[in-house]
């Protein structure tokens, strides 16, 4: 089993709709979430972080985690083509050792 | 306030030589984490240095190394280098702050080694 696994893309949807990306992780000492955009040939880029169960709204993104199902996801609301990304979700036990999934690659359609 | 920056952006190395990557934090971060990433493994974590300490290392051959100086920018270096280990090399600085675990990562080195 991995200890992070999101699920498989990719995931496109069409301008102006919620793009949902889940994450679950198997570490149940995991204490701190955090979700990264990679846009092709660059590095990935830190969007969100959320560290206690529930929402995190930041603009478009919300964060939401449940500790005790070990589940985390992302919703875009509003997507845009600029959105067009893999998204990473990466889980530490507060350590700077960051777990990550495999990514899902998300396309916004115009 | 400036990002990550690491150096050199690109390297083609052949097998057998050793190669030396360096990373500079965001200034005031004092932890840096190195990470590989390829295609086929995804992003693995390498190592990660605090106030010149290794303080936490992932599952790599002893053929990788790091160090971090006292201005807090870190080196990492490769010896022996198979072809395996071309991967795009991203280091990643934290404030390390109380509470604060967010990691911000540079551009990366792109290893080719050949």
């Known amino acids: 089993q991995k200890e992070v696994e999101q699920n498989s893309g990719p995931l496109s949807v069409p301008e102006g709709a919620i793009a949902s990306l889940n994450c679950t992780y198997s570490?149940?000492?995991?204490?701190?979430f955090f979700w990264y955009r990679q846009y092709s040939g660059k590095s990935p880029e830190l969007i969100m972080s959320?560290?206690?169960?529930g929402d995190k709204e930041d603009g478009r993104f919300t964060a939401q985690l449940n500790k005790a199902s070990q589940y985390v996801s992302l919703l875009i609301r509003d997507s845009q083509p600029s959105d067009s990304a893999t998204y990473l979700c990466?889980?530490?036990?507060?350590?700077?050792?960051?777990?990550f999934g495999a990514g899902t690659t998300v396309t916004v359609r115009a | 306030k400036a990002g990550v920056t690491q150096t050199p952006r690109y390297l083609i190395k052949t097998r057998g030589q050793q190669v030396t990557l360096s990373c500079s934090p965001i200034?005031?971060?004092?932890?840096v984490s190195w990470y590989q990433q390829t295609p086929g493994q995804g992003l693995q974590f390498l190592f990660e240095?605090?106030?010149?300490?290794?303080?936490n290392k992932g599952n790599f051959p002893g053929r990788f190394s790091g160090r971090q100086f006292s201005n807090s920018r870190s080196e990492m270096n490769v010896s022996t280098l198979e072809l395996g280990d071309s991967a795009l090399y991203l280091c990643?600085?934290?404030?390390?702050?109380?509470?604060?675990?967010?990691?911000?990562f540079g551009p990366g080195t792109r290893l080719t080694v050949t």
């Open positions: 240095y605090f106030s010149e300490t290794q303080r």
């Open positions: 959320i560290y206690s169960n």
């Open positions: 200034s005031g971060h004092r932890s």
């Open positions: 570490d149940r000492g995991s204490q701190s």
């Open positions: 990466a889980v530490s036990r507060n350590d700077y050792k960051l777990s």
């Open positions: 990643a600085s934290s404030h390390s702050g109380a509470g604060n675990y967010e990691q911000y």
